[in-house]
């Protein structure tokens, strides 16, 4: 009897410890997606792992670590990418269960990044120090994230610091990974602290603050210098209008004309000093420049009417034998009305300006309405405004690190961010999507303007701060001055060479652990 009612107390202790880490899971997962906009605050990220930490302290089982993860995770991106089910309701068209169903989907596949996390950290326990392990092993798969399937690097957890200005700083040498290294490092630094308050965990608390602390100064230091390099710079004066033209009338023929006049209004509403930089939101235009009409020769027009460099967002196409190819694109007129450039969007968005499986999923066909599909751009190459060169991003590849990189190091001097957040409704996303933005300023060095159709339009200087906005869903422009500057940035030159550690150091310990483990059976 004494056996019997023992094992039934330890049953009963193992299911309340299972359902006390399933509400720490979740509870990590809240944290985490608190932490970025439009409803959270970037500092909760630095706790945010620590209850999936907790959750993790005394499970032995892989598969008992995965399903904590996922949980984890499954409960962060519902909570980061919720908008997507009012895309594709919205625009798609799609019944509401079916919408949620598809936002769900996504959400559990991104969870799988923070299940085999939390694998990985059971599997290295007590092999290994957490804090060697789980900042690299966060690193790896974070990137892994950023690539796989075209890649998805939305609110990577380093992007939770856009606000943190001085800590910020340190992406020009690390880009977004190495952020997302010291905030998987200080929670790592309190969960030591919270659960086993020995010395060894105040040894590296104190190391993880002194860390901290030198990227601060780095902060201090590089702001410093950048606003010294600032002050002796070249200027120009730029405007950034944003129309604020409903989707879903954006295509309609009708309105083609009225969409032109309204963006025409605010970009003369305002006199332009001789020789600024005009800019329009991504397919500002409801209609093919290339096409020569009435259209056409107004917008070639305007800036002979401004004395201005001109930047809109238009489709494009090319004739093949077999029909035409569209492009998402950006043109660059001078201030005589003369076509200098174009640009042709090179990163796609899946069921947002491609169907991929068309014929088996159908009903996605309403989220590329007025365009059908796009077809890639040949690459990252700048448009020549006089002696300037700008790097102009179309849309997502605002957050594409990579794209930023290879204007950079093509010579660019400015990024100029084109996008059409219509879509997004007042959801996160448009903040998010602004946060995310920011740090290609910070890694190139670069000032970036930011046109979007209804916001959040934006001037962002080489430190990554926000110095001009507008507000959602308001016809608006922004006045502003942006410089020029050259400063090379280790980030630039190098790339990810942090991913690159992260994944020597994991396969390193991987190894290890296996001959470890076969001395051990020896």
Known sequence: MKNSDANRSADSSSKNNNSRNIYFALFSGILFFLSFPKFGLGFIAWIALVPLFIALRDTKSIGRALLLGWVAGLTACVGIVYWIAYVVVQYGYLPFYLGLSIMLLLACYLGLYFALFAAGIVYFKRKVPLFIVAPALWVCLEYVKSRLFTG???????????????????????????????IVLLNVAFFEIVTKRSKKSFALAAIVVLLWSCVYVYGVLRIAEIDKVLKAAQTMNVTLIQGNIDQSIKWNKDFQKETI???????????????????????????????????????RALPVKTNSWFIFGSMSYARRSQGLDYFNSAYLLSPQGLILGRYDKVHLVPYGEYVPFRELFPFVNGLTAGIGDFTEGKGFSPLNMGERKIGVLICYEGILPEAARAYKNAGSELLVNITNDAWFGSTSAPYQHLSMAA?????????????????????????GKVVADTKLFKKDAIHGIIKFIALPTFYARYGDWLVGASFLCVVVLFVWSLTRRKRNVI
Do not use: C
Not at 155 to 176: H, K, P
Not at 280 to 294: C, K, L, R
Not at 439 to 463: C, H
């Open 261 to 299: 006049n309204i963006y025409e209004e605010l970009s003369l509403r305002r006199p332009q000093a001789g020789g600024s930089l005009l800019v329009w939101p991504e397919t500002a235009v409801p209609f093919n420049f290339q096409d020569e009409n009435d259209l056409h020769r107004q917008l």
């Open 439 to 463: 740090f290609r300023a910070v890694e190139t060095r670069l000032y970036l303007v930011r046109a979007a159709n209804t916001g959040i339009s934006a001037i962002v200087d080489p430190t």
């Open 152 to 182: 998805f690097p939305w609110e990577n957890l380093g992007y939770s610091q856009f606000n943190n200005i001085l800590l910020i700083q340190i992406a020009d040498v690390t880009g977004i990974f190495g952020l997302s290294l010291l």
